[in-house]
T-cell receptor, first 115, second 115 residues
Framework: GENVEQHPSTLSVQEGDSAVIKCTYS??????FPWYKQELGKGPQLIID?????GEKKDQRIAVTLNKTAKHFSLHITETQPEDSAVYFC??????????????FGKGTLLTVNP | DTEVTQTPKHLVMGMTNKKSLKCEQH?????MYWYKQKAKKPPELMFV???????INESVPSRFSPECPNSSLLNLHLHALQPEDSALYLC??????????????FGPGTRLTVL
């Protein structure tokens, strides 16, 4: 099955700095890659996603890049703010049994933005 | 209405109890999911319903029994649980059933403690 590796497991930055979280996946059939933000005591919130026919996508301070050849995708947050502090999960959508697809998550990155 | 709701927020039960978790969405989504999340871990898929039919069961023990009464509601019936089943149980929904670029929207979760 699919395996998604996520690094780093923890990341601490100063307010205003940039943060980068990297993920790799193993199954070349994966073709959709969402990123979720999970704050303490809440469910994961979809913040940005990218499809395999796109190399980069940006939404205000957040951007995601995808390198299909290397099976690698990254989340970039610029001008970080304390409210960006949370656990971030990458995921890959992979085919399962029959025509079913499911998300495989990375292990998460705890981002702390220090004021 | 653009959210997934879950009740109760917290649940404490003994190993001999029977309880149910409830999930509801009114976004017209036709796929609904149950995930289990242990502390500091990513969500783990348990069940997927697509068009009110069980599509994926990730080899979940029979003490967990899902039910999808209609396209807006998803239940998880619990019976004879073990303390290691204590976790955050997340419900999610998506617009289409089991396709690659399928954005999943998560509820806030039910924090379950089994004594």
């Amino acid at each position: 099955g699919e395996n998604v590796e996520q690094h780093p497991s923890t990341l601490s930055v100063q307010e205003g700095d940039s943060a980068v979280i990297k993920c790799t996946y193993s199954d070349s059939a994966s073709n959709y890659f969402p990123w979720y933000k999970q704050e303490l005591g809440k469910g994961p919130q979809l913040i940005i996603d990218i499809r395999s026919n796109v190399g980069e996508k940006k939404d205000q301070r957040i951007a995601v890049t995808l390198n299909k050849t290397a099976k690698h995708f990254s989340l970039h947050i610029t001008e970080t703010q304390p409210e960006d502090s949370a656990v971030y999960f990458c995921a890959a959508s992979t085919p399962g049994r029959g025509s079913n697809y499911k998300l495989t998550f990375g292990k998460g990155t705890l981002l702390t933005v220090n004021p | 209405d653009t959210e997934v709701t879950q009740t109760p927020k917290h649940l404490v039960m003994g190993m001999t109890n029977k309880k149910s978790l409830k999930c509801e969405q009114h976004m017209g989504h036709r796929a609904m999911y149950w995930y289990k999340q242990k502390a500091k871990k990513p969500p783990e898929l348990m069940f997927v319903y697509s068009y009110e039919k069980l599509s994926i069961n990730e080899s979940v023990p029979s003490r967990f029994s899902p039910e999808c009464p209609n396209s807006s509601l998803l239940n998880l019936h619990l019976h004879a649980l073990q303390p290691e089943d204590s976790a955050l149980y997340l419900c999610a929904s998506s617009r289409l059933g089991l396709v690659p670029s399928n954005e999943q929207f998560f509820g806030p979760g039910t924090r379950l403690t089994v004594l």
